[in-house]
Protein backbone atom coordinates (compact mmCIF):
# COMPACT_ATOMS: atom_id res chain seq x y z
CA UNK A 1 0.00 0.00 0.00
CA UNK A 2 1.09 3.37 -0.63
CA UNK A 3 2.40 5.26 2.16
CA UNK A 4 2.48 9.11 3.05
CA UNK A 5 5.88 10.54 2.48
CA UNK A 6 7.53 13.58 3.66
CA UNK A 7 7.62 16.47 0.63
CA UNK A 8 8.62 19.82 -0.14
CA UNK A 9 7.26 22.42 -2.76
CA UNK A 10 9.63 25.28 -3.84
CA UNK A 11 8.65 28.03 -6.05
CA UNK A 12 10.52 31.16 -7.34
CA UNK A 13 10.10 34.46 -8.99
CA UNK A 14 12.53 37.09 -9.35
CA UNK A 15 10.85 40.36 -8.62
CA UNK A 16 9.73 43.27 -11.66
CA UNK A 17 11.01 46.46 -11.86
CA UNK A 18 8.52 47.60 -9.13
CA UNK A 19 9.77 45.10 -6.42
CA UNK A 20 6.86 42.69 -6.71
CA UNK A 21 6.37 39.11 -7.42
CA UNK A 22 3.81 35.96 -7.27
CA UNK A 23 4.36 32.78 -6.73
CA UNK A 24 1.19 30.07 -6.93
CA UNK A 25 1.64 26.16 -6.13
CA UNK A 26 -0.59 23.51 -6.77
CA UNK A 27 -0.48 20.49 -4.53
CA UNK A 28 -0.40 16.98 -6.92
CA UNK A 29 -2.16 15.01 -3.91
CA UNK A 30 -3.98 15.78 -0.15
CA UNK A 31 -1.10 17.91 1.59
CA UNK A 32 -0.49 18.42 5.26
CA UNK A 33 1.32 22.10 5.72
CA UNK A 34 3.34 22.06 8.63
CA UNK A 35 5.96 24.80 7.34
CA UNK A 36 5.86 27.75 5.31
CA UNK A 37 9.16 29.79 4.55
CA UNK A 38 9.68 32.69 2.73
CA UNK A 39 12.76 34.25 1.51
CA UNK A 40 14.00 37.25 -0.48
CA UNK A 41 17.09 37.38 -2.13
CA UNK A 42 18.08 41.47 -3.36
CA UNK A 43 20.52 41.78 -6.33
CA UNK A 44 24.16 41.61 -5.27
CA UNK A 45 24.66 45.42 -5.85
CA UNK A 46 22.19 46.36 -3.01
CA UNK A 47 23.67 47.01 0.22
CA UNK A 48 20.51 48.04 1.71
CA UNK A 49 17.53 45.48 1.02
CA UNK A 50 14.23 46.94 1.17
CA UNK A 51 12.15 45.31 2.96
CA UNK A 52 9.30 43.18 1.57
CA UNK A 53 5.63 42.54 2.71
CA UNK A 54 4.59 38.84 1.79
CA UNK A 55 0.71 37.95 1.38
CA UNK A 56 -0.51 34.17 1.28
CA UNK A 57 -3.76 33.29 0.19
CA UNK A 58 -4.85 29.28 -0.49
CA UNK A 59 -7.64 28.85 -3.07
CA UNK A 60 -8.37 32.78 -2.89
CA UNK A 61 -8.84 33.62 0.92
CA UNK A 62 -6.87 35.30 2.70
CA UNK A 63 -4.14 32.43 4.99
CA UNK A 64 -2.50 33.88 8.35
CA UNK A 65 -1.79 37.65 8.34
CA UNK A 66 0.55 39.83 6.48
CA UNK A 67 4.81 38.89 7.05
CA UNK A 68 7.60 41.48 6.59
CA UNK A 69 11.03 41.07 5.90
CA UNK A 70 12.95 39.24 3.81
CA UNK A 71 12.96 36.05 5.91
CA UNK A 72 10.36 34.22 7.91
CA UNK A 73 8.24 31.24 8.34
CA UNK A 74 5.52 29.80 9.66
CA UNK A 75 4.59 26.61 11.80
CA UNK A 76 1.04 26.93 11.41
CA UNK A 77 -0.34 23.48 10.15
CA UNK A 78 -3.18 23.30 7.47
CA UNK A 79 -4.68 20.79 5.78
CA UNK A 80 -4.60 20.98 1.55
CA UNK A 81 -6.23 18.29 -0.66
CA UNK A 82 -5.41 17.94 -4.33
CA UNK A 83 -5.46 20.83 -6.64
CA UNK A 84 -5.98 23.49 -3.85
CA UNK A 85 -3.63 26.11 -4.82
CA UNK A 86 -1.49 28.16 -2.39
CA UNK A 87 -0.49 31.64 -3.38
CA UNK A 88 2.46 33.86 -2.60
CA UNK A 89 2.36 37.96 -3.44
CA UNK A 90 5.41 40.11 -2.53
CA UNK A 91 5.64 43.86 -2.64
CA UNK A 92 7.72 46.97 -1.68
CA UNK A 93 11.01 44.64 -2.75
CA UNK A 94 14.32 45.31 -4.63
CA UNK A 95 13.73 45.05 -8.45
CA UNK A 96 15.11 41.88 -9.83
CA UNK A 97 15.71 40.66 -6.59
CA UNK A 98 14.82 36.48 -6.15
CA UNK A 99 11.80 35.64 -3.72
CA UNK A 100 10.97 32.06 -2.64
CA UNK A 101 8.40 30.03 -1.59
CA UNK A 102 8.80 26.95 0.46
CA UNK A 103 6.31 24.77 1.30
CA UNK A 104 6.62 21.85 3.99
CA UNK A 105 4.55 18.80 5.38
CA UNK A 106 3.39 15.21 4.00
CA UNK A 107 1.79 14.07 1.30
CA UNK A 108 -0.73 11.70 1.07
CA UNK A 109 -0.98 10.01 -2.09
CA UNK A 110 -4.16 8.69 -3.33
CA UNK A 111 -5.08 5.16 -1.32
CA UNK A 112 -3.21 6.22 2.12
CA UNK A 113 -6.02 6.21 4.01
CA UNK A 114 -5.81 9.78 4.51
CA UNK A 115 -8.27 11.73 7.26
CA UNK A 116 -9.16 15.47 8.13
CA UNK A 117 -7.22 17.02 11.15
CA UNK A 118 -8.54 18.80 13.45
CA UNK A 119 -6.21 20.97 14.43
CA UNK A 120 -6.08 22.13 18.28
CA UNK A 121 -7.42 18.79 19.32
CA UNK A 122 -4.04 17.54 21.04
CA UNK A 123 -3.02 14.97 18.60
CA UNK A 124 0.39 16.11 16.58
CA UNK A 125 0.36 15.89 12.64
CA UNK A 126 1.15 12.84 10.67
CA UNK A 127 4.43 11.23 10.25
CA UNK A 128 6.04 9.24 7.51
CA UNK A 129 4.63 5.42 7.49
CA UNK A 130 0.95 6.58 9.39
CA UNK A 131 -2.10 5.59 8.20
CA UNK A 132 -2.82 9.23 8.55
CA UNK A 133 -4.04 11.87 11.62
CA UNK A 134 -6.03 9.93 14.31
CA UNK A 135 -8.69 12.66 16.00
CA UNK A 136 -10.60 13.08 12.80
CA UNK A 137 -13.88 15.14 12.45
CA UNK A 138 -15.75 13.17 10.53
CA UNK A 139 -16.68 9.74 11.41
CA UNK A 140 -16.94 8.24 8.21
CA UNK A 141 -19.44 10.32 6.40
CA UNK A 142 -21.18 11.92 9.76
CA UNK A 143 -19.54 15.11 11.22
CA UNK A 144 -18.91 14.17 14.72
CA UNK A 145 -17.34 17.40 15.27
CA UNK A 146 -19.63 20.65 16.65
CA UNK A 147 -18.50 22.18 12.99
CA UNK A 148 -15.75 22.53 10.92
CA UNK A 149 -15.02 25.68 9.01
CA UNK A 150 -12.53 27.48 7.17
CA UNK A 151 -9.39 29.08 9.23
CA UNK A 152 -10.45 32.71 8.38
CA UNK A 153 -13.75 31.60 9.53
CA UNK A 154 -15.35 35.00 11.70
CA UNK A 155 -19.31 34.85 11.99
CA UNK A 156 -20.68 37.63 9.72
CA UNK A 157 -17.69 38.83 8.26
CA UNK A 158 -15.67 36.15 6.05
CA UNK A 159 -15.08 32.36 5.58
CA UNK A 160 -17.27 29.27 6.25
CA UNK A 161 -18.74 27.25 8.58
CA UNK A 162 -21.50 24.10 8.84
CA UNK A 163 -22.51 22.97 11.86
CA UNK A 164 -23.17 18.63 13.29
CA UNK A 165 -26.74 20.61 14.15
CA UNK A 166 -27.35 21.32 9.85
CA UNK A 167 -26.74 25.57 9.67
CA UNK A 168 -24.53 26.82 7.26
CA UNK A 169 -22.87 30.14 6.86
CA UNK A 170 -21.00 31.23 3.33
CA UNK A 171 -19.49 33.90 1.99
CA UNK A 172 -21.62 33.19 -1.52
CA UNK A 173 -23.01 29.99 -2.81
CA UNK A 174 -24.24 29.16 -6.71
CA UNK A 175 -27.47 26.83 -6.54
CA UNK A 176 -27.99 25.55 -9.65
CA UNK A 177 -31.16 23.51 -8.74
CA UNK A 178 -34.10 24.37 -6.31
CA UNK A 179 -33.88 26.25 -3.07
CA UNK A 180 -36.17 25.34 -0.29
CA UNK A 181 -37.29 26.84 2.83
CA UNK A 182 -40.23 24.82 4.26
CA UNK A 183 -40.54 26.60 7.47
CA UNK A 184 -38.16 29.66 8.28
CA UNK A 185 -37.13 33.39 7.61
CA UNK A 186 -35.71 34.14 4.28
CA UNK A 187 -33.13 37.37 5.40
CA UNK A 188 -32.23 40.03 2.25
CA UNK A 189 -29.82 42.47 3.20
CA UNK A 190 -30.20 46.43 1.63
CA UNK A 191 -29.15 45.19 -1.75
CA UNK A 192 -32.24 43.64 -2.68
CA UNK A 193 -33.42 40.30 -4.69
CA UNK A 194 -32.35 40.01 -8.18
CA UNK A 195 -34.29 37.86 -10.52
CA UNK A 196 -32.40 37.30 -14.53
CA UNK A 197 -33.65 35.20 -17.19
CA UNK A 198 -35.27 35.80 -20.43
CA UNK A 199 -38.76 35.18 -18.47
CA UNK A 200 -39.27 35.74 -14.53
CA UNK A 201 -41.99 33.93 -12.79
CA UNK A 202 -42.93 34.34 -8.73
CA UNK A 203 -45.83 31.28 -8.22
CA UNK A 204 -47.68 31.82 -5.14
CA UNK A 205 -49.53 29.18 -4.13
CA UNK A 206 -52.23 29.00 -1.43
CA UNK A 207 -52.37 31.92 0.71
CA UNK A 208 -50.47 34.31 -1.35
CA UNK A 209 -47.24 35.97 -0.34
CA UNK A 210 -47.37 38.45 2.35
CA UNK A 211 -44.34 41.21 2.90
CA UNK A 212 -44.19 43.13 5.94
CA UNK A 213 -42.04 45.78 8.20
CA UNK A 214 -38.98 44.70 10.23
CA UNK A 215 -40.10 45.72 13.13
CA UNK A 216 -43.66 44.31 12.41
CA UNK A 217 -45.39 47.62 12.59
CA UNK A 218 -48.87 45.34 11.80
CA UNK A 219 -48.56 46.41 7.84
CA UNK A 220 -48.73 43.56 5.61
CA UNK A 221 -48.38 43.44 1.24
CA UNK A 222 -50.73 40.74 0.28
CA UNK A 223 -50.23 39.30 -3.04
CA UNK A 224 -53.04 36.39 -3.57
CA UNK A 225 -53.99 34.70 -7.20
CA UNK A 226 -57.94 34.71 -6.21
CA UNK A 227 -59.15 32.79 -9.20
CA UNK A 228 -62.77 34.55 -8.71
CA UNK A 229 -61.21 37.93 -8.81
CA UNK A 230 -58.81 37.46 -11.56
CA UNK A 231 -55.61 38.51 -9.54
CA UNK A 232 -55.39 40.86 -6.62
CA UNK A 233 -52.78 42.93 -5.04
CA UNK A 234 -54.02 44.20 -1.93
CA UNK A 235 -52.00 46.77 0.79
CA UNK A 236 -53.49 46.93 3.90
CA UNK A 237 -51.89 48.73 7.01
CA UNK A 238 -54.59 46.85 9.53
CA UNK A 239 -53.56 44.79 12.80
CA UNK A 240 -56.18 42.85 12.59
CA UNK A 241 -53.99 40.93 9.30
CA UNK A 242 -52.84 37.56 10.08
CA UNK A 243 -50.34 36.18 7.79
CA UNK A 244 -50.98 33.28 5.89
CA UNK A 245 -54.75 34.14 5.09
CA UNK A 246 -55.94 35.26 1.50
CA UNK A 247 -58.60 38.22 2.18
CA UNK A 248 -61.49 38.29 -0.07
CA UNK A 249 -62.18 41.96 -1.15
CA UNK A 250 -65.77 41.69 -2.09
CA UNK A 251 -66.23 40.40 1.46
CA UNK A 252 -64.27 43.55 2.64
CA UNK A 253 -66.36 46.14 0.61
CA UNK A 254 -69.68 44.25 1.13
CA UNK A 255 -69.05 44.90 4.62
CA UNK A 256 -68.35 48.39 3.38
CA UNK A 257 -71.73 48.44 1.45
CA UNK A 258 -69.36 49.03 -1.46
CA UNK A 259 -69.61 46.60 -5.07
CA UNK A 260 -66.80 44.62 -6.60
CA UNK A 261 -67.92 42.61 -9.62
CA UNK A 262 -66.01 39.23 -9.76
CA UNK A 263 -63.84 37.87 -12.75
CA UNK A 264 -62.07 41.71 -12.61
CA UNK A 265 -58.21 42.26 -11.65
CA UNK A 266 -58.22 45.23 -9.40
CA UNK A 267 -55.65 46.92 -6.53
CA UNK A 268 -56.68 48.82 -3.04
CA UNK A 269 -54.31 50.54 -1.51
CA UNK A 270 -55.62 50.56 2.16
CA UNK A 271 -54.78 52.69 4.63
CA UNK A 272 -55.27 52.33 8.69
CA UNK A 273 -58.89 52.97 10.26
CA UNK A 274 -59.93 56.36 8.62
CA UNK A 275 -63.00 54.98 7.15
CA UNK A 276 -66.07 54.83 8.72
CA UNK A 277 -66.44 51.47 8.17
CA UNK A 278 -62.50 50.37 9.04
CA UNK A 279 -60.37 51.53 6.07
CA UNK A 280 -59.60 54.56 4.04
CA UNK A 281 -58.69 53.18 0.13
CA UNK A 282 -57.53 54.06 -3.33
CA UNK A 283 -59.25 51.56 -5.40
CA UNK A 284 -58.25 50.57 -9.19
CA UNK A 285 -60.17 48.59 -11.20
CA UNK A 286 -60.50 46.51 -14.67
CA UNK A 287 -63.66 48.70 -15.40
CA UNK A 288 -64.89 52.10 -14.36
CA UNK A 289 -68.72 51.06 -13.61
CA UNK A 290 -67.93 50.22 -9.74
CA UNK A 291 -68.97 53.34 -7.26
CA UNK A 292 -68.33 54.13 -4.26
CA UNK A 293 -70.64 55.05 -1.36
CA UNK A 294 -68.51 56.74 0.32
CA UNK A 295 -65.69 59.84 -0.25
CA UNK A 296 -62.45 58.45 1.65
CA UNK A 297 -63.03 55.48 -1.52
CA UNK A 298 -61.06 56.58 -4.44
CA UNK A 299 -61.49 55.13 -8.05
CA UNK A 300 -59.45 56.66 -10.33
CA UNK A 301 -60.95 54.91 -13.43
CA UNK A 302 -64.05 57.37 -12.15
CA UNK A 303 -63.67 61.04 -12.01
CA UNK A 304 -66.18 61.68 -9.93
CA UNK A 305 -64.36 59.74 -6.98
CA UNK A 306 -61.74 62.45 -7.50
CA UNK A 307 -64.76 65.72 -7.13
CA UNK A 308 -65.00 65.91 -10.85
CA UNK A 309 -61.19 66.56 -10.99
CA UNK A 310 -59.20 65.06 -13.84
CA UNK A 311 -56.16 65.73 -15.68
CA UNK A 312 -56.71 68.09 -18.87
CA UNK A 313 -54.63 69.66 -21.52
CA UNK A 314 -54.96 72.02 -24.38
CA UNK A 315 -52.50 72.22 -27.67
CA UNK A 316 -52.24 74.84 -30.07
CA UNK A 317 -50.34 75.01 -33.60
CA UNK A 318 -47.77 76.47 -34.96
CA UNK A 319 -49.12 79.64 -36.54
CA UNK A 320 -47.13 82.73 -34.80
CA UNK A 321 -48.65 84.57 -32.49
CA UNK A 322 -46.51 88.01 -31.32
CA UNK A 323 -46.55 90.52 -28.37
CA UNK A 324 -44.46 94.05 -28.10
CA UNK A 325 -45.73 94.27 -24.50
CA UNK A 326 -42.78 94.82 -21.82
CA UNK A 327 -45.21 93.20 -19.54
CA UNK A 328 -47.26 90.30 -19.12
CA UNK A 329 -50.14 89.68 -21.15
CA UNK A 330 -52.43 86.68 -21.99
CA UNK A 331 -53.02 87.56 -25.60
CA UNK A 332 -51.18 87.23 -28.84
CA UNK A 333 -51.81 89.09 -32.20
CA UNK A 334 -53.22 86.79 -34.72
CA UNK A 335 -53.87 83.71 -32.41
CA UNK A 336 -55.26 85.34 -29.34
CA UNK A 337 -55.83 84.17 -25.71
CA UNK A 338 -54.68 80.54 -25.06
CA UNK A 339 -55.21 77.69 -21.79
CA UNK A 340 -57.48 75.67 -20.23
CA UNK A 341 -60.54 75.16 -17.41
CA UNK A 342 -60.25 72.64 -14.85
CA UNK A 343 -62.12 71.65 -11.55
CA UNK A 344 -59.72 71.98 -8.67
CA UNK A 345 -59.57 68.26 -6.98
CA UNK A 346 -60.15 67.49 -3.18
CA UNK A 347 -56.73 67.91 -2.04
CA UNK A 348 -57.18 71.75 -3.60
CA UNK A 349 -53.76 71.34 -5.76
CA UNK A 350 -52.65 71.08 -9.20
CA UNK A 351 -49.43 70.55 -10.92
CA UNK A 352 -49.70 73.11 -14.17
CA UNK A 353 -47.14 72.85 -17.08
CA UNK A 354 -46.62 75.43 -19.49
CA UNK A 355 -45.23 75.10 -22.55
CA UNK A 356 -44.25 76.84 -26.35
CA UNK A 357 -41.83 77.66 -28.65
CA UNK A 358 -40.77 81.40 -28.63
CA UNK A 359 -37.80 83.64 -29.25
CA UNK A 360 -37.83 87.44 -29.75
CA UNK A 361 -37.02 89.34 -33.58
CA UNK A 362 -33.90 90.98 -32.24
CA UNK A 363 -30.43 89.54 -31.66
CA UNK A 364 -29.48 89.41 -28.02
CA UNK A 365 -33.10 90.68 -26.59
CA UNK A 366 -35.76 88.01 -24.82
CA UNK A 367 -38.98 86.42 -24.64
CA UNK A 368 -40.74 85.03 -21.32
CA UNK A 369 -43.20 83.12 -20.39
CA UNK A 370 -45.48 81.93 -17.66
CA UNK A 371 -49.08 81.36 -16.90
CA UNK A 372 -51.60 83.03 -14.55
CA UNK A 373 -54.85 80.75 -12.96
CA UNK A 374 -58.30 82.55 -12.18
CA UNK A 375 -61.85 81.88 -10.55
CA UNK A 376 -63.71 81.51 -13.81
CA UNK A 377 -64.50 78.96 -16.20
CA UNK A 378 -63.36 81.47 -19.02
CA UNK A 379 -59.93 81.26 -20.13
CA UNK A 380 -58.05 84.36 -18.64
CA UNK A 381 -61.12 85.88 -16.95
CA UNK A 382 -61.91 86.53 -13.41
CA UNK A 383 -60.17 86.96 -9.76
CA UNK A 384 -56.36 86.51 -10.15
CA UNK A 385 -55.59 83.18 -7.58
CA UNK A 386 -52.04 82.56 -9.25
CA UNK A 387 -50.24 85.71 -10.88
CA UNK A 388 -47.48 85.99 -13.19
CA UNK A 389 -43.88 87.05 -12.48
CA UNK A 390 -40.53 87.45 -14.21
CA UNK A 391 -38.87 84.79 -11.28
CA UNK A 392 -41.22 81.78 -11.82
CA UNK A 393 -41.39 82.69 -15.99
CA UNK A 394 -39.27 80.59 -18.64
CA UNK A 395 -36.84 82.65 -20.14
CA UNK A 396 -35.42 82.22 -23.54
CA UNK A 397 -32.85 84.94 -25.26
CA UNK A 398 -32.45 84.89 -28.68
CA UNK A 399 -28.58 84.74 -29.70
CA UNK A 400 -29.85 85.97 -32.90
CA UNK A 401 -32.61 87.91 -34.66
CA UNK A 402 -35.70 85.58 -34.75
CA UNK A 403 -33.92 82.61 -32.92
CA UNK A 404 -36.16 80.40 -30.81
CA UNK A 405 -35.75 77.86 -28.34
CA UNK A 406 -38.70 75.91 -25.90
CA UNK A 407 -40.16 77.77 -23.33
CA UNK A 408 -41.44 75.18 -20.42
CA UNK A 409 -42.87 76.67 -17.21
CA UNK A 410 -44.29 74.44 -14.05
CA UNK A 411 -45.58 75.13 -10.69
CA UNK A 412 -47.71 73.24 -8.14
CA UNK A 413 -50.87 75.70 -7.30
CA UNK A 414 -51.88 74.79 -3.68
CA UNK A 415 -55.09 76.34 -1.54
CA UNK A 416 -57.64 75.79 -4.15
CA UNK A 417 -61.32 75.46 -3.46
CA UNK A 418 -61.78 71.86 -4.19
CA UNK A 419 -64.53 71.75 -6.81
CA UNK A 420 -64.61 74.82 -8.16
CA UNK A 421 -63.77 75.78 -11.61
CA UNK A 422 -60.90 77.44 -12.74
CA UNK A 423 -58.61 78.26 -15.92
CA UNK A 424 -55.21 78.94 -16.60
CA UNK A 425 -54.16 80.74 -19.35
CA UNK A 426 -50.81 81.12 -20.69
CA UNK A 427 -49.29 84.87 -20.57
CA UNK A 428 -46.17 86.47 -22.37
CA UNK A 429 -43.77 89.48 -22.46
CA UNK A 430 -41.06 91.16 -24.42
CA UNK A 431 -39.46 92.55 -21.00
CA UNK A 432 -36.34 94.87 -22.66
CA UNK A 433 -38.26 95.41 -25.93
CA UNK A 434 -38.57 94.03 -29.47
CA UNK A 435 -41.31 91.46 -30.57
CA UNK A 436 -41.89 88.39 -28.76
CA UNK A 437 -43.33 85.39 -30.96
CA UNK A 438 -44.37 82.27 -29.62
CA UNK A 439 -45.94 78.93 -31.05
CA UNK A 440 -47.16 75.40 -30.51
CA UNK A 441 -48.24 76.05 -27.34
CA UNK A 442 -49.56 73.82 -24.78
CA UNK A 443 -51.35 73.32 -20.88
CA UNK A 444 -51.68 70.45 -18.74
CA UNK A 445 -53.02 70.51 -15.68
CA UNK A 446 -52.66 67.14 -13.34
CA UNK A 447 -54.88 66.72 -10.22
CA UNK A 448 -52.96 65.52 -7.06
CA UNK A 449 -54.50 63.60 -4.44
CA UNK A 450 -52.81 64.67 -1.33
CA UNK A 451 -50.53 67.37 0.03
Known sequence: MTQPIRQRYVQQVKLDANGSGSVSITMRADFLLTQTIWIVTPPSNIT?????????????????????GNQDSSGSVHMMIASDVFTCTWTGGDANGTAQLTLRGVEYPPGTGMQ???AGSGSGPPVAGSSGPSN???????????????????????????????????????????????NGNVLVNDTGVTITGTQQVVTIVDGGLFVKENPDTGSYLQLAAAAS????????????????????????????NETITSSRP?????????????????????????????DSYIDLSDPVELGGAVAVAATGNTTNGTTTSTFFVNTLTTTGIFGAVFTAPPSGAVLIIGRAVGGN??????????????????????????????NTASV???????????????DIVTGLDPGAVLNVALEYSAPSGGTA????????????LSM
Open 229 to 256: FGGLVFLKPDNSITPGVTYDPAAIYAAA
Open 361 to 390: NTAGLYSLLDFSVKQNNVIGSGGTIRGTSN
Open 116 to 118: LYS
Open 136 to 182: PILGGTVLIRTAMQSRNYVAGVSGWQVTAAGAAEFSQAVIRGSLSAD
Open 48 to 68: TPKQTTAVCQINGEAWEGTYS
Open 396 to 410: IQSGTANNQGEHCVT
Open 437 to 448: TYNRRHVTVIPI
Open 266 to 294: FLIVASPNVHTKGHSSIALYGQASDSASD
